[in-house]
C-alpha cells in the first residue's frame, strides 16, 4: 500500500509529539557488565596497533561512540568506518563530516559490508594513514602489502551521555532489547519515525494512516501478522474468551524490520545535526 500526496500531506502536517518521557529510566544497567572487561582488554590491546579502525553504526554517526577513542586520537592513525551506509538517511552527509572533523575526525569512510560497498577504501587509506605516522616501524599492511588484524569485541562506553543515547544504541541493537524493553524502544521508534516524517512503516503494514499511539500501532500490526492469543476473561456471566493482540511480539516484529531497512533508511541523529542535544543527561 502506497500513502497518496494527500495522505502524504496530511501525515506531514500531524501533531506528533514534541518530546518524549525520558525520566525513571535506569540507563546504568543497560551496561553489560562483560563489556567493562573487553574495554580493559581494549585499552591494552591499542598498545600492540598502528592504526585505530572505529567501526560505528551510520544511523548513529554522532551517538554513543566510545570515548577511549578519542583519548587515542592525537597518539595513532585513526579510521572511523561508518558502516550500514544503506539503512541510514545520508541526505545530511555533509553535516555529519563536518560534525566529525570538529571533533578532531577526518578519516571517515561510509561502508555497507553487505554489498560491499566502499569496503576496498579501508586498507588503501590504513597504508597512507600509517605511512605518514611517525610510528610506522612494526608492520606492513596486508599481504599486498602485509595486514596483521587485531580484532576486538564490540564494546560499549561505561557511561551512556544520556537516555535517548541509549535509546538509540538499542534501535540499532548495541544494547540488548530485553534489557531496555522492546515495547519501549517501539515506542521511541514510532515517535522518531514521525518526528522525522518517515512514514515507511504506513506503507509495510498497510495502516490506514500514520500515528503516534504506539498501542493502536503494535494492535494494528499484531492483527496483520496474525499475533494475537486468546485470554480468558471473568466476567458475571462467566469465563469468556477475548482475542487479544500480542503486543510484545508486535513490538519485536516492529524493531526487526526497522534494523533490515524494510521502514526506509532513516538518520537518528538528525536532531543533534541540527543543534539539539540529546535530552535527559545522565547525572
Known amino acids: 500500500m502506497r500513502l497518496t500526496p494527500r495522505a502524504l500531506c496530511s501525515a506531514a502536517q500531524a501533531a506528533w509529539r514534541e518530546d518524549f518521557p525520558l525520566r525513571g529510566r535506569d540507563v546504568a544497567r543497560w551496561f553489560p557488565g562483560h563489556m567493562a572487561k573487553g574495554l580493559k582488554k581494549m585499552q ?73 560497498e566502499n569496503v576496498k577504501q579501508i586498507i588503501p587509506m590504513v597504508t597512507e594513514l ?3 605516522s611517525h610510528r610506522y616501524h612494526r608492520r606492513e599492511v596486508s599481504e599486498r602489502p602485509l595486514l596483521f588484524l587485531l580484532d576486538t569485541p564490540g564494546v560499549l562506553a561505561p557511561r551512556i551521555e544520556s537516555v535517548e543515547t541509549g535509546l538509540k544504541l538499542a534501535l540499532c541493537g548495541t544494547v540488548l532489547d530485553h534489557l531496555v524493553g522492546e515495547e519501549t524502544m517501539a515506542d521511541y521508534l514510532l515517535y ?8 515507511g512503516y504506513v506503507q509495510h503494514y498497510g495502516l490506514g494512516s500514520a500515528c503516534d499511539n504506539i498501542e493502536r500501532v503494535l494492535k494494528s500490526v499484531a ?9 480468558k476473561v471473568l466476567t458475571g456471566t462467566g469465563n469468556v474468551n477475548v482475542i487479544q493482540p500480542n503486543y510484545p511480539a508486535a513490538a519485536r516484529d516492529f524493531l526487526q524490520t526497522f534494523r533490515r531497512g524494510l521502514l526506509g533508511s532513516v538518520m537518528l541523529d538528525l536532531d543533534i545535526l541540527r543543534g539539539h542535544p540529546p535530552a535527559e543527561t545522565v547525572p
Open 130 to 132: 600509517i605511512g605518514r
Open 192 to 199: 522518531t519515525l514521525n518526528k522525522h516524517q518517515r512514514f
Open 223 to 231: 492483527v496483520k501478522l496474525g499475533k494475537t492469543q486468546k485470554v
Open 44 to 116: 591494552s590491546s591499542l598498545k600492540l596497533v598502528d592504526c585505530i579502525i572505529e567501526v560505528h553504526d551510520a544511523r548513529i554517526p554522532l551517538s554513543g561512540r566510545n570515548p577511549l577513542f578519542q583519548e587515542t586520537l592525537g597518539l595513532k592513525p585513526h579510521l572511523l568506518v561508518l558502516n550500514k551506509m544503506d539503512l541510514a538517511d545520508l541526505t545530511e552527509q555533509q553535516k555529519i563530516m563536518q560534525h566529525l572533523e570538529g571533533e578532531g575526525l577526518k578519516n571517515v569512510i561510509f561502508t555497507n559490508c553487505v554489498k560491499d
